[in-house]
Structures are given as C-alpha cells and as structure tokens.
C-alpha cells in the first residue's frame, strides 16, 4: 500500500546543483597536522575538557564530557598529543572565538579501548540511550542538537512514528545521499537501533518512514533493496516525497509525511513523532555495534571554485584549509565561502576553522555562482514573501518589528517558528536580506530572554538570603525571648519564695507578740493584785498599833 503524502505551505524550486559533487564516490580524507576541536559543536552547554596540554591521547578517547543534560561529549579523532587549549576562531554565523581542544596529530592513527558492542535487540533502551550519550552524537543534519535528548521523550508523550529525514533540500548538498547510496545497511540498521530504543512496552512498533526527496532515485532504490535484504519491510518505509525546498524542515516533513502540525512553541513528540537525520543514524549504529564514539562524518566539498568537488569522509576538527586544498581550490576564482548550502549557511571568513560535528557542506562559491546580492531596497508589499513561508508567518510584519525592535509584537507574530530557511529572502524583489533581520531579532530576544533569567536568578539569590538572614533573626529573637521568659519566671519564682518565707516569718513574730502581750496582761494583773495585798497589809499594821494604844489608855484610865 503507497504512503499517503500531504503537502506544506510556500516553498520554492531553487536550481539544485547536486550532481557536481556526486560523480565520485565517498573519498577518506587524510589525517591532517593538527585537529582544532571546539568544545561546543552542538546545541546546549559546552562539554568540559577531561585531559590537560602534554598529554597523550589515543583515537575514540574521551576528552570533553558532558557538562549537562543537554551537551555532548568530545573524543579524539586519532592519536597525538594536546597542545593547546584556548580560544580560536569557530565556525559560527557569529564569527566569535571559542574555548578549543588542539591535538597534534601523530599520523598512526592508533586506537584506544573501544567500548564492547550491544546486541540492541536484546539490550533495554536505556542502555542504548547511555551509549549513544557517551558515544557523543549529535544531529548531522544541522542543527547539532544532542540526540540523546531527542531519543529520550518525556513518559507524557506517546511515540508513535519514527521520521528519518533523508530528503536533503538545501541546493548543492549531497552528503547524505552519497551515505544512502555506499552505506544503506548501517542507516538501516541504525534505524532499526532507534526504533527498538521507542518501542513502548507491550504495544506494537513504531512506524518507521524515511522521507526521501524523488531527485534521489539511487538512493531510493538502495535503500528498499537493503530493506528487503535485512527483511524489515514490515518495519520501515522508504516514501519519496516531491522535489521542493524545505521539505527537509523538521516540521514540514512531518506535515508531509503525516499530515499532523507541530503544535506553535511545540517538539514533534508533542504530536507522537520523533525526527532523526539519516546521517545520525549511521553513527548510533557505529556508536552500538562497533563501539565507535562520533569523531567523523561525511561533508559535501563543492562548488566551481573547487577542481574536484567530493564528498569526502572527514576527522572532526580538521582545518577546512587542508580540505580545501585537497580538493584542488582556485584562490582566484574563490568569491564566497559558505559553511552549509547557499540558503540557510554563513560566509566562513577563517579558513583555518575546523570541522565540526554538524558540517554537512562547503561551499566554494564563484562571483557568477552565488553573485553579492545587490542593495536593499524599500518593501512593497507585495506579499511574495508570505507566499513562500513554509511555517505560514508574514514575514513584511516581522520586518518592521524587527527593525524596530519592537520584540514583544514579532514573538507575537510567531518569530521563533521561523526555520530561517530563507525563502522569503530568495523571492523578495527588494532584495531585502529578511532572514537576517530575524536572526537579529532573534539573537536580541534571546539575550533579553537569558538577562531576565540572570535577573530572576539573581532576584531569587536575593529573595533567598533575605528569607534566611530573616528567618535567623526572628530565630535569635525567639531565643532571646525564650531566655527572657525564662529569666523572669525564674526571678519570679525567687520572689514567690522570698515572699512565702516573710509571710512564715511575720507569722511567727505575731504569735511570739500576742503571747508576750498575755504574759505582761497577766503580770500586770498579778502586780495589781500583789500591789493590793501589799497595801491592805500595810493598813493593817497600821490599825493594829493605834488600837493596842486606845486599850492601853483605858487601862490606864481605869
């Protein structure tokens, strides 16, 4: 049963010119003097260096890792020794430097320990998820995002299609079709790696499609040939899809293939779907079955300023210089160097900056080739720009916002969904250079984005020791106020005490009083009394003489 295929808004046919660099098959190219290898080739964090300048490392060797969930690690290519870690000049739209791992190469190619293969139809997937994260692998395709990441969806998202993006678009490229066409068995059974790694438990097995642009006839025909080899018809679809740029946009394959929509601000397992390069699927096959760590990938090296133009198989961090040359490069006729096609890459303005993990061309182009685009003129308005958009935006809108840094109006408008695939800039008859005003606009929104985040963090910082200086305060204060407490129930507990004691003591003393008050009531009675015998005893002696005298004068009368 044919695959039923969907179509996407805009696009364009710009003229191909892929089959400069298709007459020869896949050449190695030489190991090079030195290797020049970034530590960021990817998207997220940068990986951090794990061995010092002097030593002596061997190929597939660690020497970067991961400094984050999303990172990536770095291995040697071959062997030699590391001879400078610091700043060099990257291969970066935005020209700057970037913190580099130079080895000088010794030209014996000697490899290390290489990790022990997995049967991957009977290891868990975690198991394959830790391997192709050690092993390093990013998306070939362009984008380098970590794939690691990709492969690993959140337990809320349901996977139930695997997409793998083998339509290369972007004129001039044919990197991964010359990958189709000499090694079909490892994207194959790569995609087979992948598929079992999604799987859900007790539920049938995802969809497998690979989206291939019809231009590629060659390929097609390989890759079902190798389909039916390895009986995994049941499994995985070749489709061929038409001939159109960008249908090898993320979302437009997606929409092409299954007619479902990424969801604005949205990933593709939002919608069940996981999307891998075709050439990322190689390396987790080498990474799995031969214990390989990603140290090199196919390149397309064409142009009409190049003798020879191949496709060559390239050691990460090899100086484009040294390529250049080998593919016979005529400084004279040399106009522009531009790392990626004519429509989404940059000008190289280095042609000592090495190749990275998500170089997938370079472009020696000719004055008459790629000719410097005259000057921009005034928008018309003519809308030819919003025809073309694959992601269905209004370009001449988010010009003017962008122009004027109007940034919360172009987010509006739905800035971030734009591919920067450059169709609009392609059509437009003012020769506006729209998509570099929308990298701009862009680049400002996410440094405004990562200074309130600084600002949030540094608030939150604040907040923090705030709540903890106060949160100390009120707890010396309650210390303070237990101590307190404590003092006076103390004092008042002694004055209880104290108080008790006197009311004893004044107790005491009155008893003592009123017994002494009885005693002196009695002795004053007993005085009284005393005092009145005394006193009548005294008048009886005195009665007493004056009576004998009164006899004795009668006597004596008588």
């Not at 040697?76 to 739209?93: E, W």
């Not at 210089?321 to 016979?328: A, E, I, T, V």
């Not at 280095?350 to 000719?366: E, G, Q």
Request: hydrophobic share 35%; net charge negative; aromatic share 4%.
């Amino acid at each position: 049963m044919k695959q039923k295929i969907w179509d996407f808004h805009g696009g364009i046919h710009p003229p191909e010119n892929k089959l400069i660099s298709t007459q020869s098959p896949i050449e190695k190219a030489p190991i090079p003097s030195k290797l020049i290898l970034p530590l960021q080739q990817h998207a997220g964090q940068p990986a951090n260096p794990v061995v010092q300048v002097g030593d002596s490392v061997l190929k597939g060797q660690l020497i970067a890792e991961a400094s984050g969930y999303v990172s990536a690690a770095v291995h040697a290519p071959t062997s030699g020794t590391v001879v400078d870690i610091g700043q060099r000049n990257i291969p970066h739209p935005s020209g700057l430097t970037g913190l580099c791992l130079v080895i000088e190469t010794d030209q014996l190619d000697q490899w290390g320990e290489r990790l022990p293969a997995i049967d991957y139809e009977k290891a868990e997937p975690a198991e394959l998820l830790q391997r192709i994260r050690d092993a390093g692998i990013t998306g070939l395709g362009g984008a380098g995002f970590p794939t690691s990441v990709k492969l690993n969806p959140s337990m809320e998202n349901t996977i139930v299609t695997l997409i793998i993006n083998a339509a290369e678009c972007e004129p001039y490229i044919t990197a991964d079709d010359m990958l189709m066409r000499e090694k079909a068995e490892e994207v194959i059974k790569g995609i087979q790696i992948i598929a079992q790694m999604l799987m859900p438990v007790e539920c049938l097995p995802v969809e497998c499609l690979i989206g291939i642009e019809d231009n590629k006839q060659e390929a097609i025909e390989i890759l079902k040939k190798t389909i039916q080899q390895l009986d995994a018809e049941h499994q995985i679809k070749v489709v061929s899809i038409p001939t159109k740029y960008p249908s090898g946009g993320e979302k437009q394959l997606i929409q092409i293939l299954t007619g479902k929509e990424v969801p604005n601000g949205g990933i593709p397992a939002d919608v069940g779907i996981v999307c891998q390069n075709v050439g990322t699927t190689s390396a987790i096959y080498r990474a799995v079955a031969l214990g390989e760590p990603l140290i090199s990938r196919i390149t397309t090296f064409t142009g009409k300023a190049l003798a020879t133009p191949k496709n060559l198989e390239v050691l990460l961090g090899t100086p484009i210089q040294d390529l250049l040359n080998d593919c016979g490069l005529s400084e004279e006729k040399l106009s522009r160097l531009i790392m990626g096609g004519p429509m989404m890459g940059f000008t190289l303005t280095d042609l000592n900056a090495p190749i990275i993990k998500s170089t997938n061309c370079i472009l020696a182009s000719t004055a008459d080739e790629i000719p410097v685009p005259p000057p921009e003129q005034a928008c018309i308005r003519c809308g030819m720009c919003a025809e073309a958009c694959p992601a269905t935006l209004l370009p001449q809108q988010l010009l003017w916002y962008s122009k004027t840094k109007d940034f919360d109006k172009a987010l509006k408008y739905n800035l971030l969904d734009c591919i920067e695939c450059g169709a609009c800039s392609y059509v437009c008859p003012s020769n506006i250079p729209l998509v570099q005003y929308f990298r701009f606009a862009k680049g400002e929104i996410r440094a405004q984005e990562l200074e309130h985040s600084r600002s949030e963090r540094a608030r939150q910082r604040f907040e923090s020791r705030q709540q903890r200086l106060d949160n100390e305060a009120a707890e010396k204060e309650a210390k303070r106020q237990a101590r307190a407490k404590a003092a006076a129930d103390k004092q008042k507990k002694m004055r209880s005490a104290q108080e008790g004691f006197d009311a004893g003591t004044a107790e005491k003393h009155t008893e003592a009083d009123t017994a002494d008050d009885k005693a002196a009531v009695i002795q004053a009675a007993l005085a009284r009394v005393q005092a009145k015998k005394e006193k009548q005893k005294l008048e009886t002696q005195v009665e007493t003489p004056i009576a004998e005298s009164v006899v004795n004068d009668n006597n004596k009368g008588d």
